[in-house]
């Protein structure tokens, strides 16, 4: 059983571009959710998406929004990038009941921004 | 809102020797708690998930614990290998929400 894919696995933008990144969730899983790592921020929930609908949502600027298709993968974009937002980005997929099933997480995708 | 706190930030133990990492947070109206491991560069590697009305859970030589009343977990590692040496990581899910909290790590270094 394939795991969750993230590509690309490494990014280099410069400030002020925009970016995509995608996320394949494991088959069957319906919701996908979406983490910033930074070393000093730890990892920061950005958004949840399930069945086409964003579910919820962390505390990040409108910079950052996603959008999830009807197979379940879903993609996550940045505009006017700042330095700032240089991190480690990790999507998790589950199945999607709420608050009862177990996360399992990509590889990442690094966004280096200059 | 949910804080959630890891301590030791970093821990070094010779191989062979049993290791406890601790876990706390302060809202303890959570749906469950996982913990995870994470290896320098990667993504997260999920270990174990507590329910909360479960009190542990095993898998090989880890056991993780929870006490949701007091607001703590700990992960116990017995006989320790070098290829335990990563980032451990804890994060609850509260009641009613998908997304996960996350605590700031343990790093942990298992000497051979």
């Known amino acids: 059983k394939a795991g969750v894919t993230q590509t690309p696995r490494y990014l280099i933008k410069t400030r002020g571009q925009q970016v995509t990144l995608s996320c394949s969730p494991i088959?069957?899983?319906?919701?996908v959710s979406w983490y910033q790592q930074t070393p000093g921020q730890g990892l920061q929930f950005l958004f949840e998406?399930?069945?086409?609908?964003?579910?919820n949502k962390g505390n990040f600027p409108g910079r950052f929004s996603g959008r999830q298709f009807s197979n379940s993968r879903s993609e996550m974009n940045v505009s006017t990038l700042e330095l700032g937002d240089s991190a480690l980005y990790l999507c998790a997929s589950s199945l999607g009941g709420r608050g009862s099933t177990e996360a399992f997480f990509g590889q990442g995708t690094r966004l280096t921004v200059v | 809102k949910q804080e959630v706190t890891q301590i030791p930030a970093a821990l070094s133990v010779p191989e062979g020797e049993n290791l406890v990492l601790n876990c706390s947070f302060t809202d303890s109206a959570i749906y469950n708690l996982q913990w995870f491991r994470q290896d320098p560069g990667k993504g997260l590697t999920s270990l174990l998930l507590?329910?909360?009305?479960?009190r542990e859970q095993t898998s090989g030589r880890l056991n993780a614990s929870l006490d949701k009343s007091s607001g703590r977990s700990t992960l116990y590692i017995a006989a320790s290998q070098p290829g335990d040496s990563a980032t451990y990581l804890c994060a609850v899910r509260k009641t009613g929400a998908n997304n996960l909290f996350f605590g700031t790590g343990t790093r942990l270094t298992v000497i051979p």
């Open positions: 507590i329910q909360s009305s479960q």
């Open positions: 088959s069957g899983h319906r919701s």
């Open positions: 998406y399930f069945s086409e609908t964003q579910r």
